[in-house]
């Protein structure tokens, strides 16, 4: 079993990047493994709506300068997902977003994965930003991961989010539930999903 951790954030070695580590660190006191994987500082693409990653059954998304790619083919071997982000404005990080769009769009197997938030805040805006990712994995049929509270912590220099007692101990929390979960669903050795109906789309203007 093996969850990808996605560090949305600019800044390498943030706070961001603190929280993904506590919660890294748990999962392996679980048995369970772990990657952290860095968005980067460099740019990336927004979706441009142009349907070749469906259309020509591309399962990735056309272009393939940034990191997008990387992270569709990282999700195809993972088992659950944890995305980790500075709060920007009330808001995730927007290449986060534009990345996890085309991401999720373009063709990554992430349906039946477990999946889970994590904002970071220096003091407001982590629960409005905490919402915008879930919204993404509800869409996805990906089961929500829980804690003890708000997956959030405070912090504004590097590091400074260690400080946040509450905030480790609601990581930690996350991922004995984020262990725990995989472990139930991949009991008797591959995953237990529930059967699924075809997708029945509606559209209210014909």
């Not at 407001?124 to 915008?132: E, K, M, N, S, V």
Request: net charge neutral.
């Amino acid at each position: 079993m093996k969850v990808l951790l996605l560090n949305g954030s600019a800044n390498r070695n943030g706070n961001t990047f603190t929280a993904l580590s506590e919660i890294a660190r748990r999962l392996e006191k679980n048995g369970v493994e772990s990657e952290i994987m860095q968005l980067t500082g460099k740019p990336v693409r927004g979706c441009i709506a142009c349907g070749a990653c469906r259309t020509k059954e591309l399962g990735r998304c056309v272009f393939d300068d940034d990191i997008c790619n990387r992270i569709v083919e990282k999700l195809g071997e993972a088992d659950a997902l944890i995305v980790g982000s500075p709060v920007y404005y009330g808001q995730p990080n927007g290449a986060l977003m534009a990345v996890l769009q085309r991401a999720f769009f373009s063709g990554a197997k992430v349906q039946n994965k477990p999946a889970a938030a994590v904002t970071i805040c220096r003091r407001g805006g982590a629960t409005a930003a905490f919402q915008t990712l879930n919204i993404m994995f509800e869409m996805m049929n990906m089961p929500i991961v829980t804690s003890q509270y708000w997956n959030i912590a405070y912090g504004l220099t590097p590091g400074e989010a260690a400080q946040d007692t509450e905030g480790m101990q609601t990581m930690r929390t996350l991922a004995d539930n984020m262990a725990w979960l995989l472990k139930k669903i991949h009991a008797d050795g591959h995953p237990d999903y529930p059967g699924r109906e075809e997708w029945q789309g509606m559209n209210f203007i014909r």
